[in-house]
């Protein structure tokens, strides 16, 4: 795999195909894209950084920048109760994807869910793309990193 990130819908959904390609080739636990932290800047969000002054205010803390892992046939993200809403009713056109696990830590804000996926990469890929834009609710031209294989 020689290139790690992608803008336009069509690349990302290729660049998904083949971190998925190389994270089974390479037999990993696990591959983590996640959303260019400029994405969210042009967008009006911001990802705090630790230790960064927004972490000492009385508001809740940014969730930070969106990420999704895929491993062993499971997705992997962390979401609000109100992505999770979105999340659910985008489970509704991808009837082989369900949700395994909702794990509400205490210590944190929202929700870590876990996802069956047993679909061919291209399925995973389209689903993976459609998490980012209607979950994360992202512009069409947001940019992702494949940081992990």
């Not at 932290?37 to 940014?62: Q, R």
């Not at 062993?72 to 949700?99: H, M, Q, V, Y």
């Not at 996926?117 to 979950?135: T, W, Y």
Request: charged content about 30%; glycine content about 4%.
């Amino acid at each position: 795999m020689t290139r790690f990130a992608a803008a336009e819908s069509a690349e990302r959904r290729k660049l998904y195909v083949d971190a998925i390609t190389a994270h089974r080739e390479r037999e990993s636990a696990f591959l983590t894209v996640e959303v260019d932290a400029k994405t969210l800047e042009a967008t009006g969000e911001t990802a705090s950084e630790p230790g960064s002054d927004a972490d000492e205010s009385d508001d809740p803390p940014d969730p930070g920048v969106p990420w999704v892992q895929f491993g062993d046939g499971t997705i992997n993200l962390d979401c609000t109760d109100e992505e999770l809403d979105a999340l659910k009713r985008l489970l509704e056109s991808f009837p082989a994807f369900k949700i395994d696990d909702l794990i509400r830590p205490e210590e944190a804000e929202g929700v870590n869910v876990r996802i069956s996926a047993k679909a061919d990469a291209n399925r995973i890929g389209q689903f993976v793309d459609q998490v980012f834009l209607e979950v994360y609710d992202l512009p069409a031209a947001f940019r992702v990193w494949v940081v992990d294989i």
